[in-house]
């Protein structure tokens, strides 16, 4: 199975921007998967951030982030990246990357079969 790492979290002020990565292990072949961003605050449930299709043609965002969060891939490195900008302190969270092969809605985490294991980001006020 295809293991993610992610990675980027970290303490920032109110407006200001992270770049979250996650990289998909060797001896798989990443173009085969479809990327998303998920989040989940302390007590809630898991929430869909941001999808990309396996070319990385199409995106998909929540409305909450679709002017700040931009989800991108490079499929000869196996990684994909998250670029959050004027971040929020609602968008403090862990945030996992998931990836699948197949997959009929990008928004659903049931979907995904593999996920990173999360990195912390806090949006200080």
């Known amino acids: 199975q295809l293991q993610l790492v992610d990675s980027g979290g970290g303490l920032v002020q109110a407006g200001g921007s992270l770049r979250l990565s996650c990289v998909a292990s060797v001896g798989y072949i990443f173009l085969n998967y479809a990327v998303a961003w998920f989040r989940q605050v302390a007590g809630k449930e898991l929430g869909f951030v941001t999808a990309?299709?396996?070319?990385?043609?199409?995106?998909y965002a929540s409305d909450s982030v679709e002017t700040r969060f931009t989800i991108s891939r490079d499929n000869a490195k196996n990684t994909a990246y998250l670029q959050m900008n004027r971040l929020i302190p609602e968008d403090t969270a862990v945030y996992y990357c998931?990836?699948?092969?197949?997959?009929?809605?990008?928004?659903?985490?049931?979907?995904?079969?593999?996920w990173g294991q999360g990195t912390q980001v806090t949006v200080s006020s």
């Open positions: 990309i299709t396996r070319k990385g043609r199409t995106t």
């Open positions: 998931a990836a699948a092969t197949i997959v009929d809605d990008l928004t659903r985490d049931d979907e995904y079969e593999s």
